[in-house]
């Protein structure tokens, strides 16, 4: 059983930064990927980023150049670095491994 707890969320004003960590807990690979999703009211959930054992990452078009995804397999946890944080960037962020997912995280962007 692997238990994944999201925190970090939070109120930002546009052009903000915020970072979200998951603890992983149980039966957890390092072999195995790991990776940030959000949900805006409305919309289907989305991958927003991923990073795999040996350290590659993957990231949403729509996030490029401002998030970064990092882990520390030691730890079991990963982290979700956001700057320049925009409007559109409020949503749900939920932390997944294989086919385990987080409580979630409210993030919000506004003025």
């Known amino acids: 059983q692997v238990q994944l707890v999201e925190s970090g969320g939070g109120l930002v004003q546009p052009g903000g930064s915020l970072r979200l960590s998951c603890a992983a807990s149980?039966?957890?690979?390092?072999?195995?990927?790991m990776g940030w999703y959000r949900q805006a009211p409305g919309k289907e959930r989305e991958l927003v980023a991923i990073i795999r054992s040996g350290g590659s990452t993957s990231y949403a078009d729509s996030v490029k150049g401002r998030f970064t995804i990092s882990r520390d397999n030691a730890k079991n946890t990963v982290w979700l670095q956001m700057n320049s944080l925009k409007p559109e960037d409020t949503a749900v962020y939920y932390c997944h491994y294989l086919f385990y997912w987080g409580q979630g995280t409210q993030v919000t962007v506004s003025s």
């Open positions: 149980g039966s957890i690979f390092s072999i195995n990927a």
